[in-house]
């Protein structure tokens, strides 16, 4: 299927446990990237990328870690999930790297219990 | 003070009518505005996006910016229940710097 996709959609783990979280883009964009969105605070930008092998810091990176091998693949993993990551998790990606560009995937919903 | 504050609604409309959505912000070096739309279970997608103040027209769907007042909206005339979805603005000042507001949810009733 073309366009943005993320897998999985629905993920319960619990405290402690490594997660990683997938994002897939056909349209072979240079810019990826990975945000939160949680009530009251809305989107927030956690890691982006703008080509292969090279990752850059968002407003709220604690607690993950980023890796892109390959263009159209971005994993955003959790070391060691915690309550506070229990959240929405959003890939995009755009050509450009600016924000008005961005294509979002359908997101994935992680609980830490 | 948050630095974009978004009244969350929920805004409830009949169809047809005309709907505004608005958000203020404090800082004065955000230079461009976006405003997106999410469905329920789905990712945002973008409406439009605005350099200038002034209106930006699409369809149903005009961008207002305010810089002197620090004031954005967002109208949606003739409005349809399939516009039902949670409106979300972002601000934006410079490359990977944007502050998403928190949404307005709305919904129009048939």
């Known amino acids: 299927d073309a366009g943005i996709t993320q897998s999985p959609r629905y993920k319960i783990t619990e405290t402690g446990r490594q997660v990683t979280l997938m994002c897939h883009q056909t349209?072979?964009?240079?810019?990826m990237f990975w945000y939160r969105q949680d009530l009251g605070h809305g989107l927030r930008l956690i890691y982006y990328?703008?080509?292969?092998?090279?990752?850059d810091k968002g407003e709220v990176p604690d607690g993950y870690v980023v890796s892109r091998s390959k263009t159209e693949n971005f994993p955003l993993t959790l070391e060691s999930a915690t309550r506070s990551q229990t959240s929405v998790y959003f890939c995009?990606?755009?050509?450009?790297?600016?924000?008005?560009?961005?294509?979002f995937g359908p997101g994935t919903r992680l609980t830490v219990t | 003070q948050k630095e974009v504050e978004q009244d969350p609604g929920p805004l409830s409309v009949p169809e047809g009518a005309i709907v505004s959505l608005n958000c203020t912000y404090s800082?004065?070096?955000?230079?461009?505005f976006m405003w997106y739309r999410q469905y329920s279970r789905k990712g945002p997608e973008l409406l439009m996006y605005?350099?200038?103040?002034g209106n930006k027209e699409d369809g149903r769907f005009t961008a207002q910016v305010d810089k002197s007042s620090k004031y954005i909206s967002l109208f949606i005339r003739d409005s349809q229940p399939s516009d039902s979805a949670t409106y979300l603005c972002?601000?934006?000042?410079?490359?990977?710097?944007?502050?998403f507001g928190t949404g307005t949810k709305l919904q129009v009733i048939p």
């Open positions: 995009a990606s755009s050509e450009s790297g600016w924000n008005y560009e961005q294509y």
């Open positions: 349209w072979s964009h240079s810019y």
């Open positions: 990328s703008a080509a292969a092998d090279i990752t």
């Open positions: 800082n004065s070096a955000f230079q461009y």
């Open positions: 605005t350099y200038s103040s």
């Open positions: 972002a601000i934006g000042w410079g490359y990977q710097k944007v502050t």
